[in-house]
């Protein structure tokens, strides 16, 4: 109740969210089939948060396939996890063992109709925003001087105290929220360019998008663009550093399933051809498909 007091009274969509939870909270017991999909092992205690997530991981895409399963069949799931505030109850009610670690509840019946519809959202640009920044080093009172008139020389700049590294250290944190007014409103290339051009040294930090786009690394061949079999050409990654000694790097297109079944049985397993169909119309092994589809 409090979480739903806290959102702003226009967001009719999360009311409704918090409602519907609400009264799935009083009714869950009426449900006629409660799943309790679990894990064999526990997590010890003070996990880092990486092998938690592999652990979670590991089995939620088999209940998303699951619930994907119940709605090709007319019945509704959503996945819960409020029981696990009372998994020692559970286990001791249906006599699971300790070893066993619960990881959530689905309430599965059939639904009272089959009008769904995606749900409202806001539009991706008003929600999503992608990090980029850039780092200014200032190493003199001459760079700061051409950052100042760089930048536009704005009124803040010109405080005294800045004329000086040490102000200027005592006072980062306003220089750099006054900083941050300018580099904002600019793409992180622009306004290292910017800098760069009158001697200050600047430089973005790049992600992958960066070096696929980047004029320098095209030049030294690190996109590579490679034919990929039953699909379009696609660009992958290439060497992230030359050595005049090294060899080229092997950037190729990755097999089909089953591209090189029959070589691997025969070359490395010495199976004869006849021996290796038997395996294929037992379906022990397979071929490449006969028709492929990108899903």
Known sequence: ?????????????????YDSAG????????APVLVIPCLQGRLPEGVPNAMAAATYGSIFPALWSFQLALRSRGLGSTLTTISLFFEAEVAELLNIPEDV??????????????????????PPEEITCFDEWC?????????????????????WAADPAFDGAE?????????????????????????MEILQAVGVPCGIVAHPAHHMGDPQMAHRGYPKLVDQQELAAILLEGPGFLG??????????????????????????????????ELVDEGV???????????
């Open 285 to 295: 092994l397979e071929d490449p498909p006969t028709e492929f589809k990108v899903l």
């Open 23 to 30: 009264w799935l909270l009083d009714h869950m017991g009426e």
């Open 101 to 122: 670690m619960q990881v959530a509840m689905l309430p599965v019946a059939y639904t009272k109709g089959t009008d769904f519809k995606v749900a409202v959202r806001p």
């Open 135 to 155: 780092v200014i080093n200032v190493r003199s009172d001459a760079e700061w001087q051409r950052l100042r008139k760089a930048i536009g020389d704005p009124d």
């Open 167 to 191: 102000g200027r250290i005592a006072q980062c944190e306003q220089l750099d929220a006054a900083l941050q007014e300018w580099t904002r409103d600019r793409d992180p290339r622009a306004a």
């Open 1 to 17: 109740d409090q979480a739903k007091a806290e959102i702003s009274q226009e967001d009719a969509q999360t009311h409704r969210v």
């Open 244 to 277: 005049s000694d090294l060899p080229e790097v092997l950037t190729e297109q990755a097999p089909m399933l089953g591209e090189h079944t029959r070589e691997i049985a025969s070359r490395l397993l010495g199976l004869s051809a006849e021996a290796i169909q």
